[in-house]
């Protein structure tokens, strides 16, 4: 069960009930937690999160209004249920239900430092202790199954000395039937082309009957999506977009979409209630709806960006040879390409297929799979960043299937030996 109740836990734990066999929701913990993508997909698979762990403020902001219900520590993990930690302490009563037997799922996705020269022993270099925090929290809280999640450009790290060495850690730790898989979020129905590196683990004693990644193959195949474009995902947004912060008319819209009906506030879909949705956003309105300012120059530049086309297509006197990526229009008839953090920086590379300016922060929440009801806060440099940072709530969805099927195939063979 959850710490503390919500209007957002009893209306999603309504809806989740609907698509669920019966018994009590699984129960997770989540860290590295950022606004929250990743665990809008695992409640959406019917868990119950437990607690939360995120560093940064912004995203602990977005997070706390998506998640009232969820305990959040906003913190360093490595103080994270450190009994003998004093900065602990006064956390600790807040998370008493946290605790080893109560936990079937912990999953995230430690930040990744990207350095392709390591030393001997990957996890006892300081660059990577947050890989070490990860399998310190599964080590005390033991849950029957893991997921953790990093771009891909990990499992190639040294050689893939980093990814053997993260294995051998899960096995010490007592997880030895892990599986490593590189998923796709357009096959989970976002309409994006992003790749993940998926980490998803069993503890020793409980025995799945199985190798991890045949399992995961197996019951992410039933998860799959037909591919959805960015005109599916977000054709029927306005051009014309906020002047500062402030919700805009929601429009209206007659396009037909599997994906717009999970996202569009007044639409039923498979996995969300128009009801839910609205609930979350608090109204019918359109929020995050803005994006950086685009001077005329820029904008008279994007004009002659066809849908699909980067840089290097203007003409010589237009782009000055630098970057291909610097200016990027995202096609309409494909999914997107990856939406980056770095958009927070520099939004170029991610030019509306149809209009003459970047897109919204809305637009990029759309192609990640957040719905309309899921608000960012902070500042709109912020918002780009955790959207970018997040783990498509849709492929989170599918991973949590997945996790949920494995707790179930468990509970069935522990009944069995009864
Ligand atoms: C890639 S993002 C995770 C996004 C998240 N999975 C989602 O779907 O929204 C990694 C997050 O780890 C957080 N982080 C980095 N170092 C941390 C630490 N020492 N303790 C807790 N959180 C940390 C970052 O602030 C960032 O939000």
Redesign the pocket.
Known sequence: MPLRGSVVSSLYSRRVADQQSTGPSYRAV????????????VRLAGFDTLAA????RF?AQT?RRNFPEVELFE????H?LRQEDPAWAPHASRFGGVAPGKVDLLF????CQGYSQIGQRVLDDPRN??YA?YVRVLTTLRPRVFLM?NVPNMLLMAKGMFKRQVLEAFAEAGYSNVAVRVVVASDYGVPQLRRRAIFFGVRDEDDLGLDAGDFLDKTLEQQRQPSVTVRDGIGDLPERTAEHYEPRRYPDSSRASDVLDELRLDRDGRWYTAEDKKAAAGGHKLHNHHTKQILQRRKNLIALLAPGAKGDSLPKDVWNGLRPEKWRRLHPDKPAYTIL?QMHRDLSEWVHPDFQRWITVREAARLQSFHDGFVFESSEWQMLK?IG?????LL?RALGAAAAAALDRLADQGAAAV
């Open positions: 989540s860290l590295f937690s950022g606004c929250g993508g990743f665990c809008e997909g762990v995120e560093l940064d995203a997070y913190g360093d993990v490595a994270f995230g996705g430690p930040p202790a947050l925090e999640e953090a955790q940072n997040a783990v498509p709530p989170g």
